[in-house]
C-alpha cells in the first residue's frame, strides 16, 4: 500500500511567490518523521525539513515552512518567496517508530517545481 | 568529513555483467539502505543492514544482494544485470534510535547505471 501521496507531479511557480506541496501519508504507527528533501538536477538528495509526529509546532526552516494537520494525515511543503534555485525535484518522505525494525525512509513519488522568472 | 561515499558515480554494463556498487559512510552510523531511483519516480528500498553482520530485504531487491561486514561499509552487488536495473542507485545511513540526531539521514551522492 502506498505510504506516502504525491498528487502534483509538476507546478510552476513566478520567482518571489509561494509554492504549497502536498503530501499525505498513511500509517497507523503513532511515532513517525515526516520529511522534505530536495533533489536538483544535480541529482543530490537535499534535506529540508522535518516534522515528528508528536511535535505540537509546525517546522519551519528558513523559507521552508511544513504545514502538518495530523488529523487529515497531511504534511504539506510551503516555500516562501521563492527563486530561481528552488527550481527541483521535492520529495515527501516517512519514516514509521520506533516499533519499526527498519526505520527506513518511504518516498513518495515527488513533485517537480519550476520556478519561473 | 566525507559523510557518505558511493562509487563509482557512472557506469554502463552490458546485460549479463555483474558489478559491486561501494558504499562507505564514516560517521559510525549503524543503519545503511540501499534506494534505487527510476526516472521520475520517487526512491524505493532495496536492501537495508541494522548493524554489521546485520542485513534484510526492501521493497524490491530482486537481482542484488549486500553484505555488512563492518560498520562502514555497504556494498550492493548486482548479478546478471538485466536492463530492467537501470536507474540511479542511492546508498543512505542513519545513528537510528537513541540518537539525538534520529531524524537525520545522510545521502550519496548517488550511482547512475545504465545495462545495455
Known amino acids: 500500500a502506498q505510504k506516502i501521496t504525491q498528487t502534483q507531479p509538476g507546478m510552476f511557480v513566478q520567482e518571489k511567490e509561494a509554492v504549497t506541496l502536498d503530501c499525505t501519508y498513511d500509517?497507523?504507527?503513532?511515532?513517525?518523521?515526516l520529511f522534505w528533501y530536495k533533489q536538483p538536477s544535480s541529482g543530490e538528495m537535499i534535506f529540508l525539513i522535518y516534522?515528528?509526529?508528536?511535535?505540537?509546532q509546525n517546522a519551519t526552516e528558513g523559507r521552508y515552512s511544513l504545514n502538518f494537520q495530523k488529523a487529515r494525515k497531511s504534511a504539506n511543503l510551503v516555500i516562501s518567496a521563492s527563486q530561481l534555485g528552488d527550481s527541483a525535484m521535492y520529495f515527501c518522505?516517512?519514516?514509521?517508530?520506533?516499533?519499526?525494525?527498519?526505520?527506513?525512509?518511504?518516498f513518495g513519488a515527488g513533485t517537480t517545481v519550476t520556478v519561473r522568472a | 568529513n566525507a559523510g557518505v561515499t558511493q562509487t563509482p558515480k557512472f557506469r554502463i554494463l552490458k546485460i549479463g555483467q555483474s558489478m559491486t556498487l561501494q558504499c562507505t559512510q564514516d560517521?559510525?552510523?549503524?543503519?545503511m539502505y540501499w534506494y534505487r531511483q527510476d526516472p521520475g519516480m520517487g526512491l524505493k528500498l532495496i536492501y537495508y543492514?541494522?548493524?554489521?553482520?546485520?542485513?534484510d530485504k526492501g521493497e524490491v531487491p530482486n537481482g542484488y544482494n549486500v553484505s555488512r561486514s563492518t560498520t562502514e561499509d555497504f556494498p550492493l552487488r548486482l548479478e546478471l544485470a538485466a536492463p530492467s536495473q537501470t536507474s540511479v542507485y542511492f546508498c543512505?545511513?542513519?545513528?537510528?534510535?537513541?540518537?539525538?540526531?534520529?531524524?537525520?539521514?545522510?545521502f550519496g551522492s548517488g550511482t547512475r547505471l545504465t545495462v545495455v
Open positions: 516534522q515528528g509526529s508528536y511535535d505540537q
Open positions: 518522505a516517512m519514516r514509521e517508530g520506533p516499533g519499526s525494525n527498519d526505520y527506513k525512509l518511504s
Open positions: 500509517t497507523s504507527d503513532p511515532s513517525y518523521g
Open positions: 543512505a545511513s542513519s545513528p537510528g534510535p537513541g540518537s539525538p540526531s534520529f531524524y537525520g539521514y545522510t
Open positions: 543492514s541494522v548493524g554489521a553482520g546485520i542485513t
Open positions: 560517521m559510525n552510523h549503524n543503519y
